[in-house]
């Protein structure tokens, strides 16, 4: 590197859990003003933070660090480095879905842990079978009852009576018709939604409620949203889902990850951990 002030970045690199990151990682380190000044860093990440010195600084230490760790997502950051000092970058990153390792609770565990009394309930109630469900599908239930039976959804999972659909970030269950007159008193903790258009379609045999049956909490990212519906028997349900495709987006904003495609519920996963403090009983490898 060429003769100037240095100072000193440190990496502090950790996963959703707030976990150090061990494995693979590849820095790009783009000066914004001399672009000879450009260098890559190659290594491995042991657990603890990576300190990276006589990086060139002030007044040419506005650097764009691009930041691939193996099984994580792509982020890129900024670095104004001042002269014999140095810069932290805590960064928290999330797993990238395809090379996501899940590890699910096995159906044993599901029917003997107190932790999943009432999804055992709803299980056994149920056409689907937890057993056979795809992995994003058991992704996909495990984010939605983690969610509905936290405080801040006020645990509306214990009106569920069944689930007969499971997608990657979505559920439809039949639920209790008491759900619907409770989920529009909490006013404050479940904002109404209007019709939007093809979004919260049923399934056949069910129609929604009205133009107004679609509630949303207030959640800056990871909302939860309940739209309900009836059949001819008068049973109600709900589709429930987690996000959509801009909410997820203006979380990856929010945490610089560079993000394309659908909702994901490994995606979910990581934003129910990080942003609402949500374990949702399994874990991404």
């Given at each position: 590197m060429p003769e100037t002030n240095t100072g000193t970045v440190v990496c502090d690199f950790r996963n959703a859990y707030g976990e150090p990151i061990q494995g693979e990682v590849d820095l790009r380190f783009r000066n914004l003003r001399v672009q000879s000044m450009n260098f890559r860093h190659e290594t491995e990440l042991g657990g603890e933070p990576l300190r990276l010195t006589g990086v060139p600084a002030f007044p040419l230490g506005l650097w764009q660090v691009d930041i691939n760790i193996k099984r994580f997502r792509f982020k890129s950051v900024f670095v104004d480095l001042p002269s014999n000092g140095e810069r932290v970058l805590h960064q928290t990153f999330f797993v990238r879905p395809s090379e996501a390792m899940p590890v699910f609770p096995s159906p044993d565990l599901i029917r003997s842990s107190t932790r999943w009394t009432e999804l055992s309930r709803v299980l056994d109630a149920s056409p689907i079978v937890y057993a056979s469900l795809e992995p994003q599908q058991k992704a996909g239930l495990l984010n939605m009852f983690a969610k509905m039976s936290h405080e801040s959804a006020h645990n509306v999972f214990r009106e569920v009576v069944n689930v007969f659909v499971v997608k990657p970030a979505r559920i439809y269950a039949r639920v209790q018709p008491e759900l619907w007159d409770r989920i529009r008193a909490l006013t404050q903790q479940f904002h109404e939604q209007g019709d939007n258009g093809s979004l919260h379609k049923f399934?056949?045999?069910?129609?929604?409620?009205n133009e107004h049956a679609s509630f949303k909490t207030p959640d800056k990212m990871g909302n939860l949203?309940?739209?309900?519906?009836?059949?001819?028997?008068?049973?109600?349900?709900?589709?429930?889902?987690?996000?959509?495709?801009?909410?997820?987006?203006?979380?990856?904003?929010?945490?610089?990850?560079?993000?394309?495609?659908?909702?994901?519920?490994?995606?979910?996963?990581?934003?129910?951990?990080?942003?609402?403090?949500?374990?949702?009983?399994?874990?991404?490898?």
């Open positions: 399934l056949e045999g069910w129609t929604r409620l949203q309940l739209t309900f519906a009836k059949n001819e028997q008068d049973h109600f349900a709900v589709d429930a889902d987690l996000d959509d495709h801009q909410g997820l987006q203006h979380a990856f904003d929010v945490i610089k990850h560079k993000f394309s495609g659908d909702t994901n519920p490994y995606d979910i996963h990581d934003v129910l951990v990080k942003f609402h403090g949500i374990d949702p009983g399994y874990r991404l490898y």
